[in-house]
């Protein structure tokens, strides 16, 4: 017996991907034999089973309209056919297709039915971004001291001098309270900079009052870091990148604080007698889980400078959220378009849904950005099945599987083939809204730097600290690796989501994991040439709505090359939003060695290339394409 059914052809489900509540879907499956089989059904799951009887309604197609329930969630469904007393059980293998089974498996296909009045801020979507780890990207003075600091801390004098790495005072591991000095005021120098790089909304790690360099140790949420500059320069930042088109999200760290902190205060930096750790009688005692009598507490992975917090404690959450002057609230009102959470896996859902209401409560058009490594829309933490992207959490996630299959792909560990099918997978099961919100990284503060793994050189983990400062990439190896992070960036702005750019990929930058992913900017090393080509491929993305909220179809995926079509037609992009009309061939070829693809394009005569200039003619719905190796090319349609 010969089934058939293919998620993302629309022949077999229409719509395409994640549904709102209450609207309908038509499922349908292909069976041929030749005896018809004695029943159909579409096996369903979202939280407990039911048979849904197909119709046939066309030769060999058996069809369900079926109503997507009131309540957002997932709902898993495979198919079941019967005939002559036996039954075959059609189940999801490959991308949208499906295997012939005698016994189910669990391998069913998704659809995430969200909230029909889900909706995440227009301006994000249509935005590129960039990751600044403040310390580290511009500093507008040359102090040798940093005023309101503890004596425990090193700043260097030089911007370019090494990393010395040396153990923490108080705590198990590094102390990483070393300081190049990057700061606000230095940050507002570069606004047009970050202008001319095509920069519509800036993500800074955490600025507030902390012990160490990357200030996830919160000392005081209501303070900007000394070091970073004044609650004055930050509304100022604010305002001259509001002037520029650029928008600032702020870095949320609100499953745990820093033991040297206002609120625990181990070390008595902030009070002898004050804070949770020194007085059982302080406010902030609810706030921490203690382990015993004796001063024990629980600490995020067990670091101990990072005492967790009860994220639910009914005066966190009015501290954290709920008040007027609320510690997210007072940052939007100084100017912040939104927030992004570290470790959303560790803060609860009732927290995370809190802190969504609230942020819309205080400005509707903030974006709410949630740090998650996994597929999103089916994430399990804890136990817990998580509904980040359901309408009531998060607008949208960092997209960690977009990094990890595009360096994958032009690597040479994911075929084409397997490219194409992983990113439908996301594609597929995250609603639109937060799909083109999605934040598209190739790298960030907690990763090895991309042009590093572009690069393919061996990187041997039991090295020591001196020889991991000391690795360069060599010429070779430094060459390919440009050339692969010239596609993975044109991949960034060509991609349904918001490209981000972390600080200094776009000039060249290498290094391996924390520290050394997180050094200075490099202001007198710039590669000018991979510069010029961001700056170019931003220019083309900004420029053609299309690349932003068009439609994204994947049309050619063999042999180390992908293609993919964006557009819009009608006057209206995939929001229903009235937009320019547009269409556009992307092409990459990961090889080294140059390809001739044909692809089918209807309705086209002509190919313009946007990054060479150069035509290709298209004959009868036909065009021949020759693709150089280590390449891309965006084609305008005509």
């Known amino acids: 017996m010969e089934i058939y059914h293919n998620s993302r052809n629309r022949k077999y489900r229409e719509p395409f991907g994640a549904l709102p509540t209450e609207s309908t879907a038509r499922i349908s499956l292909f069976v041929k034999e030749d005896v018809a089989p004695s029943s159909v059904y579409l096996r369903l799951w979202d939280g407990g089973e039911r048979l849904v009887p197909m119709e046939r309604t066309e030769d060999e197609i058996y069809s369900v309209n079926l109503k997507m329930p009131e309540r957002a969630g997932l709902l898993w469904y495979y198919f079941i056919v019967e005939k002559e007393e036996r039954k075959y059980f059609y189940c999801k293998k490959r991308g949208g297709e499906g295997e012939v089974l005698d016994s189910p498996n669990d391998s069913s296909w998704q659809i995430t039915v969200y909230d029909k009045n889900f909706k ?24 040798s001291e940093i005023s309101g600091r503890t004596s425990e801390y090193t700043l260097y ?30 940050i507002i120098e570069k606004i047009p900079y970050l202008k001319e ?31 970073l500059g004044t609650e004055e320069d ?31 205060n181990k070390y008595g930096n902030y009070g002898e007698h004050s804070g949770a750790f020194r007085d059982i ?47 997210i609230k007072k940052w939007i009102k100084r100017g912040a378009s939104g927030w992004r959470l570290d470790v959303a896996d560790e803060l609860p859902d009732e927290f995370i849904k809190i802190l969504r209401r609230e942020v819309k409560k205080e ?58 099918e992983r990113i439908m997978e996301i594609a597929d099961h995250y609603p639109f809204e937060a799909l083109y919100s999605a934040m598209n990284i190739l790298g960030t503060h907690d990763t090895v730097r991309a042009k590093t793994l572009l690069s393919g050189q061996y990187i041997d983990p039991n090295w020591s600290n001196e020889e991991k400062k000391r690795f360069r990439l060599d010429a070779k190896n430094e060459t390919l690796a440009i050339r692969r992070l010239k596609i993975g960036a044109f991949l960034q702005m060509t991609f349904a989501g918001v490209p981000c750019i972390y600080y200094g990929d ?21 590669d000018v040439e991979l510069l010029e080509f961001y700056k170019k491929i931003t220019r083309i993305r900004n420029s053609c709505v299309a690349l932003r909220t068009g439609a994204f179809n994947p049309v050619y995926a063999k042999d180390g090359v992908f293609t993919f079509v964006r557009k819009i037609e009608n006057g209206m992009d995939v929001f229903g939003k009235v937009a320019e009309n547009g269409k556009y061939l992307c092409v990459v070829n990961r090889n080294e060695s140059a390809e001739r693809i044909e692809i ?38 005509f």
């Open 120 to 143: 995440t801020p227009d301006w994000f979507k249509h935005s590129v971004m960039y990751q600044i780890f403040p310390d580290r990207f511009s500093r507008a003075d040359e102090s």
């Open 600 to 637: 089918a394009l209807d309705g086209t005569t002509c190919l313009k290339a946007l990054l060479t200039g150069e035509d290709v003619s298209v004959n009868q719905g036909e065009a021949e394409i020759l693709i150089p190796g280590l390449s891309c090319e965006i084609f305008e349609c």
């Open 281 to 327: 009688n302080s406010p902030f005692r609810r706030w921490y889980q203690w382990c015993d009598e004796n001063g024990g507490y629980n600490s995020w992975w067990g670091c101990s400078n990072l005492p967790n917090v009860n994220e639910l404690d009914a005066t966190y959450i009015d501290y954290i959220l709920k008040n007027d002057d609320a510690i």
């Open 506 to 526: 776009e000039i060249g930058m290498q290094g391996l994991g924390d520290p050394y992913n997180r050094m200075p900017y490099q202001w007198r090393n710039v």
């Open 363 to 420: 400005n509707p058009d903030a974006v709410v950005i949630g740090e998650v490594w996994e597929d999103a829309s089916n994430k399990e933490s804890y136990g817990v099945r998580r509904e980040y992207l359901l309408g009531e959490e998060l607008d949208s996630v960092m997209n960690y599987p977009f990094k990890d299959n595009v360096l994958g792909f032009l690597t040479g560990g994911i075929s084409a083939e397997d490219f194409a």
């Open 197 to 227: 790089l095509g920069i519509g909304v800036v993500y800074l790690n955490p600025i507030f009052e902390a012990f160490s360099n990357h200030r996830y140790d919160t000392g005081d949420y209501g303070k900007i870091d000394p070091i």
């Open 234 to 264: 930050f509304e100022e930042l604010c305002k001259m990148c509001e002037d520029a088109g650029i928008r600032i999200i702020l870095d949320g760290v609100f499953s745990h604080t820093g033991s040297d902190s206002v609120y625990f």
């Open 157 to 186: 004098e030089d911007w370019y001098e090494p990393l010395h790495i040396t153990k923490h005072p108080f705590e198990d591991g590094p102390a990483l309270n070393d300081f190049f000095g990057g700061n606000l005021r230095g």
